[in-house]
């Protein structure tokens, strides 16, 4: 695959466990925040999304937990499995410009 | 449904060719997008369209065009190459409902391009 995130922060955790993967947005008018998974040599996958007007979703496994106050969002990955490995980005919009924009992703390392 | 498709998968050009990479949606999207990966880096946004015959200017436009001729498809020119422009690149398809824009993006499995 690609050389995509040779410098990225890295979660290395047991398969079975719970993982949490944190990121910091930076634009206070962002209304939209999305999380995607990128496998090596594949394009990003959408994993789940949040609006601003909410501070929790749930998906199957997955959490998103958006903190506005201090500009912060969260993905929360039950019973983390090996396929679970990835990097993963969070995304965030400001719906009226209508383009994301990325963070710089987190390599998540799940070890058997 | 093929979702997103992009050729050339993979390509090395030398410095001050031009090329131009195809994206193609079959899901009836309105928007369209192409972005930049490099190493270390999240996406970064080149050129978007909003729809046929439109396009805008993203973060980092400066050395790339782009065409938006049909519905379908978006295509990402290089006139002159640099390796400055050495990534992986994925283009990126939206749609809306009844004039409601989704933000939800789904993405082509990307072209590595290597600029010698």
């Known amino acids: 695959g690609e050389s995509v995130g040779l410098h990225l922060p890295t979660l290395s955790v047991q398969e079975g466990d719970n993982s949490i993967i944190n990121c910091a947005y930076s634009?206070?008018?962002?209304?939209?925040f999305i999380w995607y998974k990128q496998e090596s040599g594949k394009g990003p996958q959408f994993i789940i999304d949040?609006?601003?007007?909410?501070d929790k979703r749930q998906g199957q496994r997955v959490t998103v937990l958006l903190n506005k106050t201090v500009k912060h969002l969260s993905l929360q990955i039950a019973a983390t499995q090996p396929g679970d490995s990835a990097v993963y980005f969070c995304?965030?919009?400001?719906?009226?410009?209508?383009?994301?924009?990325f963070g710089s992703g987190t390599r998540l390392q799940v070890q058997p | 449904n093929a979702g997103v498709t992009q050729t050339p998968k993979f390509r090395v050009l030398k410095t001050g060719q031009s090329m131009t990479l195809l994206c193609a949606q079959d899901?009836?999207?309105?928007?369209m997008y192409w972005y930049r990966q490099d190493p270390g880096m999240g996406l970064r946004l080149i050129h978007y369209?909003?729809?046929?015959?439109?396009?805008a200017k993203g973060e980092v436009p400066d050395g790339y065009n782009v065409s938006r001729l049909k519905k379908q498809n978006f295509l990402l020119g290089l006139e002159s190459a640099a390796p400055s422009q050495t990534s992986v690149y994925f283009c990126?398809?939206?749609?809306?409902?009844?004039?409601?824009?989704?933000?939800?993006?789904?993405f082509g499995p990307g072209t590595r391009l290597l600029v010698l």
């Open positions: 995304a965030e919009i400001n719906t009226g410009r209508r383009a994301l924009t």
């Open positions: 634009n206070s008018a962002s209304d939209y």
């Open positions: 899901m009836n999207h309105e928007y």
């Open positions: 990126a398809s939206s749609y809306d409902i009844r004039g409601q824009y989704q933000e939800t993006q789904y």
């Open positions: 949040i609006r601003s007007n909410m």
């Open positions: 369209s909003v729809g046929e015959g439109t396009t």
